[in-house]
């Protein structure tokens, strides 16, 4: 977490709390008010502890109570979500689902076995990885004072042997590009640690070795709040995010196979097998040319050897990893005209505004970006690499001297050659862009 962005943060926070009452609502009805004057808090750590009873997280030794809405809206968890046995996303984990972190309830109750399309495989088969460390979710539950941590071996014992089923299945779908080798590398060996040398004689499963896992990172800000009574609460109304790693693997398509009833769809990149998120906790998005989302079944029918691709997600040792997260040079034409906008910046005190962005396909089109009021001119420029997507332009937008208090979305508009439009896109500035 920046220090730029937290200070940046509790300035604009302090100015907002002498205008108007922060308050959130919590899971049982308490209404809970800002502390003034305002004290903030930061963490960046492993969970300790999800008490569900009472909606709290325990990290870097403080409990942070998650409100069921904040200044009126709903509140999740950033960087979680929440699918039904379609596959559809009904939002991020909030505090009236937040069981639904545990690993008990991933691994047990919330799998998907539905396919993201008719020659794709399963949706979620389950998590490979605990939100607590190797060591302690291999613990007993254990006493922490007057509490109970909730640590369940035998619930382990189901991630890993998830993590074999699924690594196994893989890896027998790419065996002509991998070496036999890499079963030993993702933990399958014999009494002597010796790698299998064929993968239909495997060693017995009481000797392979589940490689280490850390604690699943909570990254939050907030400030203090109280209730009626002058209990306080920690409320991470600033950020509130969830993930288990933040594992990168950027490099050049080897090989790519569909799934099946029993394996994930999936791809290599240099040695790493490369599978789409099986966690029913979080989610996996594919982001094709200019931003825009592409279909699990788009992106494996067009996912060739030798395209670069970009994956963000998490692994478990260092030869396999889940994908939420994927960039690739893709554009799926039936979407029509997409218009991304990202790199904001804003500086209130100069009335300055700064983004960036693509535009496809740009041919025919006049571009106009409204900002707090004002209208300007998108001018578009056809990009020099068009990633195999005809019609590609980038533009960018500085502006300075506008009243950008309380502004906290662009729209961009699309105009065809007789001035009608076409498309209108509404894209929200991120709160941590924005500096007093």
């Known amino acids: 977490m920046h220090v730029a962005r937290l200070v940046a943060g ?23 008010i800002q502390k003034v004057p ?5 963490t960046e750590g492993p969970i300790w502890d999800i008490d569900v009873a009472n909606r709290r997280i325990r990290v870097t030794g403080r409990y942070l109570t998650i409100p069921a809405s904040f200044n009126g809206m709903p509140w999740g968890l950033e960087g979680t979500e929440v699918i039904d046995g379609e596959g559809n996303s009904l939002g991020p984990i909030s505090a009236a689902n937040m069981d639904r972190l ?14 993201a399309c008719p020659d794709c495989g399963p949706l979620r088969l389950g998590p490979i990885r605990s939100i607590f460390s190797t060591s302690e979710a291999r613990t007993q539950s254990v006493d922490d004072g007057p509490e109970a941590l909730d640590r369940m071996p035998e619930i382990q014992r189901i991630i890993e042997d998830n993590y074999f089923f699924l690594a196994r299945n893989i890896y027998l779908k790419h065996s002509s590009v991998l070496p036999i080798e890499w079963l030993g590398r993702i933990g399958i060996r014999n009494e002597n640690g010796t790698y299998p040398t064929s993968a239909s004689n495997l060693p017995n499963r009481r000797y392979w ?8 990172t909570w990254k939050s800000a907030g400030t203090i709040y109280v209730d009626a009574q002058g209990n306080e609460y920690m409320i991470p109304e600033l950020e509130a995010v969830f993930e288990l790693s933040e594992n990168v693997t950027l490099g050049t398509v080897r090989s790519v196979e569909f799934g099946d009833w029993s394996t994930p769809d999936s791809f290599i990149v240099g040695d790493v097998a490369i599978m789409l998120n099986q966690d029913p906790r979080f989610g996996a ?29 998490f692994m478990v040792g260092e030869h396999l990893q889940m994908a939420q997260e994927i960039e690739v040079g893709m554009y799926d034409p039936s979407a029509g005209i997409v218009m991304s906008a990202d790199r904001f910046r804003v500086q209130l005190e100069d009335g300055f505004i700064q983004f960036q962005g693509w535009v496809i396909p740009m041919t025919g089109l006049t ?20 990633v195999g997507a005809e019609g590609l332009g980038s533009y960018r937008i500085r502006e300075q ?35 007093p």
């Open 10 to 32: 509790a300035a604009a926070l302090s100015a907002a709390t002498f205008a108007f009452a922060q308050s959130a609502v919590l899971h049982d009805g308490t209404v809970v």
């Open 38 to 42: 305002v004290q903030l808090f930061a």
């Open 102 to 115: 545990l690993d008990s309830r991933a691994a047990l109750k919330d799998r998907v076995f539905e396919t």
């Open 209 to 216: 070795k589940y490689p280490f896992t850390s604690g699943g």
């Open 285 to 313: 998005t594919i982001l094709g040319v200019a931003g825009q989302e592409i279909s699990r079944e788009y992106f494996m029918a067009n996912l060739q050897p030798g395209l670069d691709i970009a994956v963000v997600g």
């Open 367 to 386: 571009i106009t970006a409204s900002i707090a009021g004002n209208t300007f001119p998108v001018d578009v420029i056809p990009a020099a690499d068009a």
């Open 401 to 435: 001297g506008l009243v950008l208090d309380g502004v906290t979305t662009v729209v961009l508009t699309a105009r065809n050659a007789n001035g009608v439009v076409v498309k209108t896109v509404v894209h929200e500035i991120p709160p941590d862009a924005i500096a």
